[in-house]
């Protein structure tokens, strides 16, 4: 029997030794790189899963194709309820509703909605609330007349007109450019409180309105989070008909009209 060299027993010994350590570092090093990649790789989950819920946030229409075919529909189906007013768009000359009186003869909306308007404003009676309508249908001759008021108001402040009118269009749409020219909008205050200020929303019965007047057709037409769309600060108080199918919709995808309009003229 041959006897082994000690030089080749060491040699064998030392690749032994070796191939231990690269084990060892190997095996460190995966453990170290271990902890920061699963950590990354659920961050990045995360983050795809937040970007996810975002995109179906209220400011982003991300509606996928079943629903973006029903909104258009809707829209086919209603034109007329859902007619566009805003800074941009103009109602046209001679747009003319039909109107029926409310409010004891004190102010007019257009026909279309009076039952649904008349069933809401019962329902909220049942559960409590009480209401007080400021404002419904408007003339174009009207909606210039409150204009020209503002202005004066503040010329009489010692204002200049260019920046008395640039002014009074923060707050007041320009003549032709009222949605209450439509009769389709309604400024609709509680009775515990008349002013048409932010505070309305704090009334029970202005909540009520919010949560439940979809289900008549009407929708919160100048929403707190959509004022970059909208150009109107919120209003609480403001609501407009669209049509139950409209409304349903609007309220369930978190939409304000010119996002609905945005889908369904697309
Ligand atoms: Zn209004």
């Not at 046209?92 to 009076?114: H, M």
């Amino acid at each position: 029997m041959k006897k082994k060299k000690p030089g080749k027993r060491y040699s064998v010994l030392f690749l032994f030794v070796l191939t231990l350590f690269i084990a060892g570092i190997l095996f460190f090093y995966h453990a170290y790189q271990a902890v920061p990649l699963n950590a990354m790789d659920q961050e990045s989950l995360y983050t795809k899963k937040e970007k996810k819920k975002s995109d179906s946030s209220p400011k982003g229409v991300a509606l996928d194709s079943r629903q973006q075919k029903k909104c258009q529909k809707i829209y086919q189906n209603a034109k007329e309820l859902l007619v566009l007013v805003n800074r941009e768009q103009e109602l046209s000359e001679d747009y003319a509703p039909a109107l029926r009186t409310i409010s004891n003869g004190r102010l007019s909306v257009s026909e279309i909605l009076y039952d649904d308007l008349r069933n809401m404003l019962s329902d909220a009676g049942d559960s409590g609330h009480q209401y007080w309508i400021a404002s419904a249908w408007r003339s174009r001759k009207r909606q210039q007349e409150l204009v020209d008021e503002d202005i004066q108001a503040l010329l009489n402040k010692g204002m200049d007109y260019e920046e008395a009118e640039q002014e009074v269009y923060k707050e007041t749409q320009p003549a032709g450019h009222s949605e209450h020219e439509t009769g389709l909008a309604l400024d609709i205050l509680c009775s515990s409180n008349p002013d048409m200020t932010i505070s309305q929303e704090l009334e029970a019965g202005n909540q009520w309105l919010r949560e439940n007047s979809w289900k008549y057709g009407f929708i919160l037409r100048y929403p707190k989070d959509k004022e970059e769309l909208t150009q109107i600060s919120y209003e609480p108080w403001h609501f407009r008909y669209v049509g139950k199918a409209a409304a349903k919709f609007i309220y369930r995808h978190n939409l304000c009209l010119e996002e609905f309009y945005q889908i369904a003229v697309n």
